[in-house]
């Protein structure tokens, strides 16, 4: 059987002897990644090394190596294997070892120049994994310092290849593919209905018009099954097969396979579907229009799956299924208009980045920008991914600690690493695998999603009484499997005893420290988590009933975010990780300083002591503070005079040293001028009794103390001998005197202050304190305006006197009748 990809194996093989990197475009079926690899085995620049290829699904890798195997007539784990989580086919004697699940990020960890590797392949570069994008950059570094002769080959069918070429000057070989056409129909369907309904309906539609087995690709697992029971329910002649990463490998098998029975089928598949796996039979493709792609936000640190549009790139790949055998059909439930992104997102833009940064940690690199990356790493979710390396203890100033090469050493994510390394390392009975047992309910899909709680405990309990049942199948077994080899490596015995309340949120706390959070109101469906956002429970969860929860898996929203996995925790597991301090502040209800010793977890309260002894500098910080939020009307107004007296000087005799006495300026030196006085007072009914006025003149030096009174004093004697007050301004305007216009008689010139260089504003008013004039010119007054004053108030006031001659009337204080 010929393959298109050896029409251009001599171009490849010359330009890896002579360069250091190539990438290769082959479309879909050309042999890239099964046949490919293997004429590449026994060139001479190899000189006796592997060949390591990086496939980005475990499924495709599986597969890859079983065909070459049988392609060699072999068995898998002899001349061709490979190595995935938890499973290892591969030896010594292996010359060509497919990986995935950042295998080879491992290896290279443990082995920094990768002596024993001459060529790594990158299948599948276009779909831009996480792992993928790591491993090519630290692979890059290994060739630029350690390792000259290491080749890398980047293979893809729909990769951007003259863009990657441009940005690492590397050659690129194009293969034409042995694609038989296929006929794209556009299926205008109700957006409004599911998209099971959708896709259930165009494979009857399928079914009717074309022969052969049908492949459909649909976002998610829920909507497989949506759309499998649809299916059964109308009686549709195809046996139905899903495939999903989640499904048991011999699960996986039997969709790839044709039917035993040589009845049609159709196999209703993520996109795990899209690339190296060969589905045989499949003549139709259904192409929903969707996936479901991970999607992390660094102001929350929280990753979700969400359903997104298929890009352009994506839907070719799931188009071309259908013309591996033949001229296929390919039914798109979307119009013919429709506007698709070019090429999917990397995920290297949309990811946690803990995993990658510990990786990068470990390797010796701080700053992701010593790497060439083909997509740089975000800066906001680098920092999110290091904070909480820090928080687990796996970073510590930039350097990566024992726990963090601990954590390293375990094929899962930092959180969940941490949790089982701290119940390893503790003294109760049963923590390891109760720890294992909540690693793996935690790295797959909820089995009890539509139960009515969110609690982990009760899955916990699920899980054991399942084991004790003997069942095979049900809704545990790919959670016990997982379960089973974490047991493995660290070799323990399974236990299914019950497991108490708190127990699995003591280690579920140890991985999710941000998201331990605290009950807002009591039997309230509302917890604030240690991070400061807010979490909410289902209606009337049984976690109702607990004031402290850990929570695992929740859905990050704008204000609240709703929790799909919890467990309650004991009070005295949360005080061992909080922080005990000494909280001094102001009680605003009971207008006083308090202090109290506070067990936090960042602004979760935990308990709290009151506190006797309060240091002078704290207290008096505290209230300065206090007095801050509310200004200086905290003491009332009786200040404002002073204040405006003294600006008032401020202003006119600008060559003496006059303090700023503004509102922003005392509040800004209340520790200089206010905190001698207030040493030993601690509520606001003490601080009102001292005398502010006092206090306030330190801030006056001495020889201007003196002076106040002299050069702005707060009253003026008048014509009737009355005392009347001056209203001084800060910003240095006139002042004002507001006074009876009977007790001025007599009085010839407008009165002055500062040593007669700024004259005062009469406000003169009438016998009922109503304003008649406004002057600054006395003299002026009584020449030219008096007598049509005079008019009217003997108008509005008959019965008391108004003199013709304000020069030589008599002033009184009291209104005089006239008689």
Not at 113 to 133: C, Q
Not at 319 to 347: F, K, M, Q
Not at 684 to 693: A, F, V
Request: charged share 25%; with cysteine.
């Amino acid at each position: 059987m010929s393959y298109p990809v050896l029409s251009v194996l001599d171009d490849l093989k010359a330009a890896l002897a002579a360069e250091s990197m190539v990438i290769l475009e082959a479309p879909p079926g050309a042999g890239k990644s099964t046949v490919l690899p293997l004429h590449l085995l026994d060139e001479p620049w190899l000189a006796g090394r592997k060949v390591v290829m990086l496939e980005p699904r475990r499924l495709a890798a599986r597969s890859v190596a079983m065909r070459m195997a049988d392609l060699l007539d072999d068995d898998v784990g002899k001349k061709v294997g490979y190595r995935v989580r938890f499973e290892n086919k591969a030896s010594a004697s292996t010359q060509l070892v497919v990986v995935t699940e950042g295998i080879l990020t491992r290896m290279i960890q443990n082995d920094n120049a990768l002596e024993e590797v001459g060529l790594i392949l990158f299948d599948e570069f276009h779909e831009r994994n996480l792992h993928a994008d790591l491993a090519f950059a630290l692979a890059r570094q290994i060739q630029q310092v350690l390792r000259h002769d290491l080749r890398i080959l980047v293979m893809s069918a729909t990769l951007d290849g003259d863009r990657l070429a441009e940005a690492f000057r590397a050659p690129v070989i194009r293969a034409k593919g042995r694609q038989y056409p296929v006929d794209i129909r556009y299926v205008r369907e109700d957006e409004s209905d599911p998209i099971s309904t959708r896709v259930a309906r165009a494979i009857r539609k399928a079914s009717r018009e074309q022969g052969g087995d049908i492949l459909a690709f649909l976002p998610g697992t829920a909507d497989i099954h949506q759309t499998a029971s649809l299916l059964e329910n109308d009686g549709v002649p195809l046996d139905v097969y899903p495939l999903y990463g989640d499904l048991d490998f011999k699960r996986q098998q039997a969709a790839i396979v044709p039917n035993a029975s040589g009845r049609r089928k159709v196999v209703l598949a993520t996109s795990i579907a899209e690339t190296s796996l060969t589905i045989e039979g499949i003549t139709t493709v259904i192409d929903s229009g969707y996936a479901r792609v991970p999607q992390f936000d660094p102001r929350s640190g929280f990753t979700r799956l969400q359903t997104v549009k298929v890009t352009l790139d994506a839907a070719n790949q799931r188009a071309g299924r259908a013309g591996r055998l033949g001229p296929g059909v390919c039914y798109r439930l979307w119009s013919e208009g429709a506007h698709l992104l070019a090429h999917r997102t990397p995920e290297i833009l949309a990811a946690d980045l803990a995993p990658m940064m510990l990786e990068l940690y470990a390797w010796g690199v701080r700053n992701p920008d010593e790497l060439d990356w083909v997509t740089p790493p975000p800066q906001g979710a680098v920092s999110q991914a290091v904070d909480l390396l820090e928080q687990l203890g796996a970073v510590n100033h930039g350097v990566i600690t024992m726990r963090g090469r601990e954590i390293l050493r375990l094929p899962t994510h930092p959180r969940i690493a941490h949790m089982l390394l701290e119940a390893r390392n503790s003294n109760e009975a049963d923590a390891l695998c109760v720890a294992t047992d909540v690693a793996a309910l935690l790295e797959e899909r909820d089995p009890l999603a539509d139960k009515n709680t969110v609690d982990l405990t009760m899955r916990i309990e699920e899980l054991r009484r399942w084991r004790r049942s003997g069942k095979i199948q049900g809704p545990f077994d790919r959670i016990e499997r997982l379960a089973a080899s974490w047991r493995r490596v660290f070799d323990i015995e399974m236990n299914n005893d019950p497991v108490a309340d708190t127990t699995v949120g003591r280690w579920l706390m140890t991985a999710y420290p941000e998201r331990i959070a605290r009950r807002m109101e009591k039997n309230g469906e509302r917890y604030k988590m240690a991070n400061g956002r807010i979490g909410k429970l289902p209606n009337h969860d049984s976690l109702h009933r607990h004031t402290w929860i850990a929570i695992a898996h929740l859905d990050a929203r704008l204000h609240e975010d709703r929790v799909f996995l919890a467990a309650p925790v004991d009070e005295t597991d949360i005080r061992l990780m909080g922080k005990s301090s000494i909280r001094v502040f102001w009680d605003t209800e009971r207008e006083m300083v308090v202090a109290q010793e506070e067990d936090r977890l960042g602004p979760l309260l935990i308990s709290s002591r009151p506190v006797q002894e309060i240091p002078s500098d704290e207290k008096i910080a505290v209230i300065c503070d206090a007095i801050r939020q509310q200004g200086l009307s905290f003491f009332g107004d009786s200040q404002k005079g002073w204040q405006a007296r003294v600006m008032s000087l401020r202003s006119w005799r600008p060559a003496e040293p006059w303090p700023n006495v503004s509102d922003e300026a005392l509040l800004d030196t209340l520790e200089v001028w206010l905190g001698p006085f207030i040493q030993s007072h601690y509520k606001r009914s003490e601080l009102l009794k001292l005398d502010l006025i006092a206090m306030l003149n330190t801030l006056l030096p001495w020889e201007l103390s003196t002076r106040l009174d002299e050069l702005a004093p707060t009253r003026l004697p008048v014509p009737s001998g009355s005392l009347i007050a001056l209203r001084y301004f800060e910003d240095g305007s006139p002042p004002v005197m507001e006074v009876r216009l009977q007790e001025v008689f007599g009085w010839v010139d407008t009165p002055s202050v500062n040593e007669g260089r700024n004259k005062i504003v009469l406000h003169l008013l009438s016998t009922g304190f109503k304003p008649v004039q406004v002057t600054q010119d006395l003299r002026s007054f009584w020449t030219n305006t008096y007598a049509e004053v005079r008019k009217e108030l003997r108008t509005r006031y008959p019965k008391h006197s108004w003199p013709e001659d304000p020069w030589t009337a008599e002033a009184v204080r009291g209104a005089r009748r006239k008689y």
